[in-house]
Structure formats: structure tokens, C-alpha cells
């Protein structure tokens, strides 16, 4: 607000109200004093260079941004910049005769040749834009800024908090970086037979969670024990073993993935978790010791609230593990150890197939964490059987399409869901309300079951559909008796339950029943989520709402 007051006083108009268009104004504005300054001490005839221009935009800014500046008082030349949100430099070799390339004007950059190959260069905010013309990717860092001029790019550091001290710009300093590969095929980024990305993404589940644990689960036999192998934390986990307690940070889906697998976690290891929406840590500035292991959790490995989280725990000191789906990402790079998910390429806004393969990782993750205690080894076992059949038992949960295909046309003209779970189904009530939530656009509640009395069960009647989820585990005669309670106020019940377990839920068949295959209780979130996702994909369809891009969304959230 000041610099838009600012630049109103000097004489410039606003055609909106958005942040962005103060910036470019901004631009103008730093241009034309520079110049005038530059014409008061006589040097009237060189031009302000351009990065300079852009540096003291930066300069003034605040808060997280991915900038690319043209102009047309610099012509053939372009500069970008970031600071918080993602901004990746793709790199093409052309053909020789450079057929197939184009100019400057057309968006592109022909680099000056190397070894007698002309280049192109491509700016982007995520590597799915940039696979379909290169795998060769600079991933810029915060405060670099990218400066491409006659067929050459340079990059640079501005540094930030001296120039904060200074008042000026302090000389920028080049910088050589490495190119990283982008390990992603073409086909990742197109539906196939599929008509939305997200459909498609929910039955790719049983490929993407046998990509996460590929080579991680170790069989046994031939005198060697089950066990997990993580080389990303191989060499930390005696210090997550003997830390104070085990914090888990993230938004959204997320958090969600992390709520499922908490119990799984203090049981296997020992230590104390604790759950942290990374706003609300911010905002209370919640204290983290250098004894804690902070696990942060996020799909893009960019989401803006997760990231000033994660630069918090690192200035207190604590142990900074991330688990992401993006390698390269902001999170991967500043955490100390962590866990890629290798889910593959996720296109459709509302999470699905990262969201089960965060479980099945944070479930490995409190595997090898309690691998030294004898006393859970044969439930360290039987947790490993199940992961090994997990695929398997989402493509028997994916059968279900049809049949939620069928609930969702009985659901789709209604207002309001609300959903029930406990233990480690919580999760799942709250993963499968955010869903139905942020696609459907239908109001949906995810509630802790043991809190029904405590307010939800007054708004109990005939009419508002309810979803308990109530699969067999040691919470299983709890959620019997909230059905009970349910059933008595007239509730329209749709009952998940473990598969020939419907008398027990339904004794007098007054609700539907979800039938799923059963699994070890800290795996079956995993399988529980996917007719929720089903339910959620077909209310979105017959409503008429677009399933890959829900209104007002983005699928990494990069700023507060």
C-alpha cells in the first residue's frame, strides 16, 4: 500500500486493485529518476542498465515473487527474478541451422553458440511447463536475478539484506550454477484416455505408490530382515531416534497426510508428534527447540507458509527433514535431510495420488526410524507385508468408480457434507471433506468423531448426508456406537466399512454402505481416501465445475 500511495502522489493511475500492477509502475518509475539522476551528474548519454532498474524494484518489494521484466527501452534484452515463489530457467540445444527455433521477438532466446550449437531458453514458475521442449533446467535461487542480452544470459546475487543496510544497491555478485535434469516424461503431462487430469491421477495411484516404494522395501529372506531403506536419511536417523520430539509441519493436503501417519510414527519410534499448520506456527511464533526434529511436508516443495516454517526451525536450530514430490524444490534444497515421494508429475489442483504416496513415505519413515526396537518387530513386519500389497489393494478399491459414480448423483443437489472419522481416519475425514471442498464446490466438513456431542450432532436430521468412516481397527466399536447415535436421530447415514463388516455397521440396512478392502490400520487412510477422491472427481463433473483448475486455486500456493 505505501508504494502504490506513492507512485499515486507522483502522478501515476491504477487500473486495479491487484499487487501486480504496482510493480511495472514501479519499474517506470525507479527508470525514470535513475535516468534523471544519471543526466544530473552529466552522464546524460548512457542508459541505466537494466538490471540495475530491476534490482532497486527488488529492492523495494516485500514478500514472495517470481518477476520477469520486458522493456522497450531495452530491446533485446529480458530480466527475470524471485524471491519465495519458484522460477526455473529451461535450456534447449537447436539444430545446427537453427530450424525449428525462434527469434527473440517470438518469446525466445537464441543463445550465443556453443561448440556450434545455438540455444533457446524458456522462464517458468513449475517444470511441467518446460519438459515438453527441454529436460536441462537452472532452478534460480531467491534473490538471483537472470539477465538475458544479445544471445548471452549472466545471473547474479542481489543481496538483499545489505542493501536493506546500505539504503543502495551493493554491486551484484555472478554467479555459476550448475543445470539439473528433469526426471519427468512428456506422456506425465497429458490425460490419455482419461478426460481430466484429476480422474486420471486417482487411478494412477496403484503405479505411483510402487514408484515411492521402489527400492526402499527390502523383502527379507537369505538371512536378511524386512526392513526400509532411505538413503536421504541414512545418516540422520540416530539424531531423529534420540530428538525431544518429532514436528510435523505443512498445509493442506499435506497436513493431512502427516495428521494420518502420526500415530504410526509415535508408536514405532518412541518420541512425541506433533502436528503444525505452518500459518498458525508463523503467526505464533511456536517455540522449536534445537533437540526437535521438524518434518516439513509439501507436493511442490514451494508452498510459501511451509517455506518461512521451515527457515524458522532452521534459525532455532532444530533438524530440518522435508518430504516432497518435486526434486530441485525450494524445500529439497534447504532441509538438512529428507525423502523425495516420486509420485510423479501432479497437474490437477486437488492433490490425490501425492496425498497416499505422503502416507506410504511417512509410514517408511517411522519404519526405519524404529528399526532398532526389538519389541515392534513383528509389527514392523506386518507394516511392511501391507505396503508391499498396498497397490494392489487400491486397484481393488478402484472398482468402487462406478459406484460412487451413482452416490454422487444422488449428492449432487445437495448443500452440505459432513464427514466422520477417528483415529487414524481422521485424516481421512478431513482429506475427503477438503476434496469434495475445493472441486465440488460444496460445502463439506471433516469431523473428529469423538467430538459429535460437543456440538455436530445438533445438526443431525433426516435431510444433511453424513459419511462415517468406520474400517475395522481398535476405534472400530467407538464408530459403532456414533452410528448408533446417528441412526437414532434419523440421520442419513453412508457408512465406509471393511469389506463383509456391513451387518455389523448396518444391522437394520438403514444406510448405504461403502465396502473397501481391509489393510494394516495405519495403512488403510491409503485405501480409505480413494472413494472419497471418487466421490469428490463425479460431484465436480455432474455439478458442471472444472475439475483440474477449482475457482479461486492454484495448485502450489506461493504466497501468505
Known sequence: MVLKETLLRHGFEFESDTDTEVIPKLAKFVFDRLSEQKTNDGEGSEKVPFTQVVMEVMRQLEGAYALIFKSPHYPNELVACKRGSPLLLGIKELPEDGKGGAAFHDGKVRLNKENGKPKELFFASD??????HTREVLVLEDNEVAHVKDGGVSVFKFDFDKAKKMGGLPRPASVERALSILEMEVEQIKKGNYEHFMQKEIHEQPESLTTTMRGRLIRGGDSKLKGVLLGGLKDHLWTIRRCRRIIFIGCGTSYNAALATRSIVEELSGVPVTMELASDLLDRQG?????????????????????LALEYALRKGALCVGITNTVGSAIARKTHCGVHINAGCEIGVASTKAYTSQIAVIAMLALAVGEDSISS????????????????????????????????????????????GRGYNYATALEGALKVKEVALMHSEGILAGEMKHGPLALVDETLPIIVIATHDNCFSKQQSVIQQLQARRGRLIVMCSKGEASLVCANGGCRVIEVPQVQDCLQPVINIVPLQLLAYHLTVLRGYDVDQPRNLAKSVTTE
Open 287 to 307: 517455540p522449536i527447540y534445537r533437540e526437535d526434529t521438524a518434518v516439513f511436508v509439501s507436493q511442490s516443495g514451494e508452498t510459501a507458509d511451509t517455506l
Open 127 to 132: 517444470a511441467n511447463a518446460l519438459i515438453e
Open 377 to 420: 518387530q513383528s509389527r514392523r513386519e506386518a507394516i511392511l507385508d501391507g505396503l508391499f500389497d498396498l497397490p494392489n489393494k487400491v486397484r481393488e478399491v478402484l472398482k468402487l468408480d462406478g459406484e460412487m459414480k451413482e452416490l454422487a448423483m444422488l449428492l449432487m443437489g445437495e448443500q452440505s457434507l459432513l464427514m466422520f
